[in-house]
Each structure stands twice: as C-alpha cells, then as structure tokens.
C-alpha cells in the first residue's frame, strides 16, 4: 500500500468518525452526549485527518472531496467544539475544495460559513464580503435555501456595525423567503433576528413578541441551539423592560439548555446576561462573581474575544463599587487582548471603559485620549451606534471637566448620529446631558427643551452600562 494509499484510509475513516459525532450531536437528549465525547475522544486523529486531505485537495479528487466534506460533514459540531480562527482555517481549505470539483452549491455553504467565522473573530466587514459572495452564487444556481441563510447571514454582520435598518431590511427577507419555501426552522430564526434587531432600536415588546414566537417553533422542531437564542434574546428584552425576575428565569433556563446541548458559547452568553441583570439591580458583587465565570469559561473554550469582553464586565463591576483603579487594570488588559486578535470592536469598548474610569478619578487628558481613540475606530469600522455612544462619552468628560460650550456641541452631534439611527438610549442620554449643559450655562429655555424630551427615552429603557455614561447633576 503506498502512503498515499495509506493517508486515503485515514482521512476517510476519519471524515466518517466526524459525521458520526455530528449526526449522534444532532439527535440531541442522551445521544448528543455520546456524540461530543466520540468527538473530544477522536479529536486528534479528526485534525490530522482534515490537514491531510486538506495538503492533497490540489492534486488528488478524492482528498477534495474529503476535504469539502469535512468542513460540511461536522458543522453543528464544530460550531461548538473549534475554535473560529481553525474553522476559517479549514473552510478556506474546503471553499478551495468545492471549486475544484466545480460543486457550486456546497461552495455557498462554505462561503456563508467563513462569514460567520470572520464575524466571531470580530471582523464584520470581511463577513460582509463573504456573505455577499454566498448570496451572488446563491441567485445564480437558484437555490433559495441557501439565498435565505445568506441574507440572514448579511443581517446579522449589519446589525453588528450598528445599521439596524439594513439589518431589519434583510431579516425581513430572510423571514419572507422562509416561509415562502415552508422552512420552519429557518422561519424561526428570523423571528429571533428580527427580535435583536429590534432590541438595537429600543422596541424591546416588538422584540418580545417575535422571540416568542421563535422560542415557539424551536420547541415545535425539538431545536435546542434556537431555543437557546430565543430564550437568550427574551431574557435581555425582559431586563431591558424592567421585568428582572422574568428575566432572571429567562436566563437560567438560557444556561441549563446550553449546558445540555454542550454548547459553552451560548452557556458564557447566559452567564455574562445573568451578571448584566444583577448589575441592573445594584449587586454588583453578584455580577461580578458571574462576570468571573464568564471569564473562566471562555479562557476554558479559548474564546479570546468572550475573554476580553469578560474582561471588560469585570472591569465595569469593580467600576460600579467604586474601585476605579482596579477597573482600570482590567481594562488595559482587556485592550491588550483585543489588539492582540485585532478585535476592533473590542479595542474600541476598552478604551471607552477606560474613559470613563478615568473621567471618574477626575484624570481628564487621559479620558479625553481614551475616547478620541474610540472615536477613530468606531468611525473606522462604521458602527454608527458606536460612534454616537463615543461622542456621548467625549461630551460627557467635557461636562465634567467643566467645559460645557464643547459639551453642548457633542451632545448635539452624538444626538444627531442616535436619532438618525433610532438609538433611544443615546438620544436620551445625550438630551439630558444637553439639558445639564445649559442649566450650568446658565441657558434655562434652552436645558428646557431636551430635559422634557428625554424622559421618557432616558428612562427605563434598558441602557447599557457596559458602554455610555451620563453627566454628574450640578450642585
């Protein structure tokens, strides 16, 4: 037998191992057990096979196949069990694979699949580029499925960069063609896209009622990993509307069905929402024993970008006890971590937590550095929301170092981004922010105005205080 002979029998045999585990996975209950422990117990042997089959795709057809197949055959597996920069590693391999064999269908696939690895990596424009590749092939060959899941794909990377109405836009047709075709499954989660879309804009009932629904026809289909996103998305629309202990049992029932399903991604998700809820009702402490685990766990799945984000919640807890200093620390090490994987979106949420934090220890150059490097990279990256939130900050240490002209003149360009977006926790923030500016100003017609229109948007509406910060009250 010759060694390519040889090398053909390991990575077939091992290509058939992988499918077990994902089909056993899939089955769910006492299988999906089984089907991780054949996956971590083979997983050595699963690698090596994919890199062989992977060297040889170019000169040998029945390594393109196998190549093709590996990244296909084990898809919900991996998505749980490999990490995003190996799975780009391996779809890049296998894209090649499926143009070899001139397979244009299975090409999409690969292409919608290494959009959404470049989008955990934190990188949405390159998902862009790859889900807009997928949708073009898609319309081409005519197959619906595939356009369906791609303009689901394109929505979710435009809800990231904070262009909710593109996003709505293409759920909306993602949710359209579902039905269409009578993808129930796919139907579902659309609903649940949408339902995060409209969180984004501050319509957290709208938001509630179509995560419901989701939450509905994933239990319909027995589809733990959507009824896991559901109930994630229903927890955050309850503790935006005030409702915490809804929300606190949403999040619990997030946590116990991620953990059945092995899933430590959405099982992170759950635990760093459960320490927002706490952080909401001034347990800090509390939040900050969640925020650890949070950390643990995504270091345990080398998740590096969950690792820095916990590092930030940390950060934001030890902030809320006051301990700035402390904050500060993990923030820096939460903006090392984040340049080391080039996760913008996370370099630019340290520097803003570390704004602030120095806006509290009244150090202003440093605040003011802080948020004009978030500033750049939000605008870099085109996060609108971003950018309203960063010139809310910028505007917000101005009022506290006691410059209100330069205060009231970024409030007014962060109001302006936030209502064109239909950012409502923005809006409010910077109209009461505008509204203190010129009551030190000593401009009561004007401090009038934007303090009766931000009531209601500033108040219970869910604001984020992992990201903006409003002025201290004049004394």
Known sequence: MTSLEIQRRHFRYYLGILNQADILYCEGEEALAHGLELFDDEWPNIRLGQERAARLAERDKDAAWCCDRYAGYGASILHVRQHPAEQILWLESAVKAARTLEDRATEAIHLGNLGIAHYLLGDSRRAIECHELNLTIASEIGDRRIESAALANLGVAYDSLGEYPKAISLYEKHLEISREIGDRSETGKAL???????????????????????????????????????????????????????????????????RTIG???????????????????????????????????????????????????????????????????????????????????????????????????????????????????????????????????????HYNAGAYLQAVELYQTSLAIAVEIGDPQTTGKSRYGLCLSYVCLGDLDRAFSPAEESAEAFEGKGADPLRTSVPRQPK
């Open 192 to 258: 649940s896209n949408l339902g995060t879309a409209y969180q984004q804009i501050g319509d957290y009932k709208r938001s509630l009622e179509l995560c419901t629904e989701a939450l509905a026809i994933a239990r319909e289909l027995a589809d733990l990993p959507s009824e896991c996103a559901a109930l994630g998305n229903i927890g955050v629309a309850h503790h935006a509307l005030g409702k915490y202990q809804l929300a606190t049992e949403s999040l619990m029932h997030f946590l116990a069905t991620a």
């Open 263 to 397: 899933n430590r991604g959405f099982e992170a998700q759950a635990i760093g929402n459960l320490g927002n809820v706490f952080l909401t009702l001034n347990e800090p402490q509390r939040a900050l024993e969640l925020y650890r685990q949070n950390h643990d766990l995504a270091r345990e799945i080398a998740d590096r970008k969950s690792e820095a984000a916990a590092l930030g919640n940390i950060g934001v807890a030890h902030s809320a006890l006051g301990e700035y200093d402390q904050a500060i620390t993990l923030h820096t090490e939460q903006l090392a971590l984040a340049l080391e994987i080039d996760d913008l979106r996370g370099q630019a949420q340290a520097l803003g937590n570390l704004g602030r934090n120095n806006m509290h220890l009244e150090n202003y150059e440093r605040a003011f550095k802080y948020h004009e490097q978030d500033l750049q990279i939000v605008r870099r990256i085109g996060d609108r929301v971003g950018e309203a939130q960063a010139l809310g900050n910028l505007a917000t240490t």
